[in-house]
T-cell receptor, first 111, second 114 residues
Framework: GQNIDQPTEMTATEGAIVQINCTYQ??????LFWYQQHAGEAPTFLSY????GLEEKGRFSSFLSRSKGYSYLLLKELQMKDSASYLC????????????FGTGTRLTVIP | DGGITQSPKYLFRKEGQNVTLSCEQN?????MYWYRQDPGQGLRLIYY???????QKGDIAEGYSVSREKKESFPLTVTSAQKNPTAFYLC?????????????FGSGTRLTVV
């Protein structure tokens, strides 16, 4: 089966840096995704990691360690609009390449 | 513009009624999915389909049914057997060989039992 853990809630200050962690246990790992979801809206794609290391995309970076079953999403220069839920999702070859989602981390950015 | 459309945005169901949620995509994607999202919980997979006229149960299929008669369409019926249907429902699609692509999501349907 799949097991994906993320913190439920985090709070950070505008302009600061925040790191959202995700640990997972899965068979047939085939990639990890981060999505952003504002309340009542569809998740939108942020990043993808399949090899170990850091992927950087503007203010957002994502890191993966496959041996540790660990990923993090790093958000820099936080803006108020970054207040949202951040979903970690793992793709498994044994699950017809379906994505399995964590519960999401609700980030609140305060002035 | 290509995309995935869910309708309606809000839906109210009376006890004992079946309701159908629509999901249409013009992305030429092979695979389509239905997820349910409850407050404080992640997305849970209801059904998925990787090819026309074929679909598979996800983790919480009881009380739901689907069809995939056309590549573009994957409607979800919430039957009266689903005892707690109030939730946010998301439809998604992707290519079979996803690579770094992942899923494209619709904007969701919020279903409320009245």
């Amino acid at each position: 089966g799949q097991n994906i853990d993320q913190p439920t809630e985090m709070t950070a200050t505008e302009g600061a840096i925040v790191q959202i962690n995700c640990t997972y246990q899965t068979s047939g790992f085939n990639g990890l995704f981060w999505y952003q979801q504002h309340a009542g809206e569809a998740p939108t794609f942020l990043s993808y990691n399949v090899l170990d290391g850091l992927e950087e995309k503007g203010r957002f970076s994502s890191f993966l360690s496959r041996s540790k079953g660990y990923s993090y999403l790093l958000l820099k220069e936080l803006q108020m609009k970054d207040s949202a839920s951040y979903l970690c999702a793992v793709r498994s070859q044994t699950g017809a390449n379906n994505l399995f989602f964590g519960t999401g981390t609700r980030l609140t950015v305060i002035p | 513009d290509g995309g995935i459309t869910q309708s309606p945005k809000y839906l109210f169901r009376k006890e004992g009624q079946n309701v159908t949620l629509s999901c249409e995509q013009n992305l030429n994607h092979d695979a389509m999915y239905w997820y349910r999202q409850d407050p404080g919980q992640g997305l849970r997979l209801i059904y998925y389909s990787q090819i026309v006229n074929d679909f598979q149960k996800g983790d919480i299929a009881e009380g739901y049914s689907v069809s995939r008669e056309k590549k573009e369409s994957f409607p979800l019926t919430v039957t009266s057997a689903q005892k707690n249907p109030t939730a946010f429902y998301l439809c998604a699609s992707t290519t079979i060989r996803q690579g770094s692509y992942g899923y494209t999501f619709g904007s969701g349907t919020r279903l409320t039992v009245v």
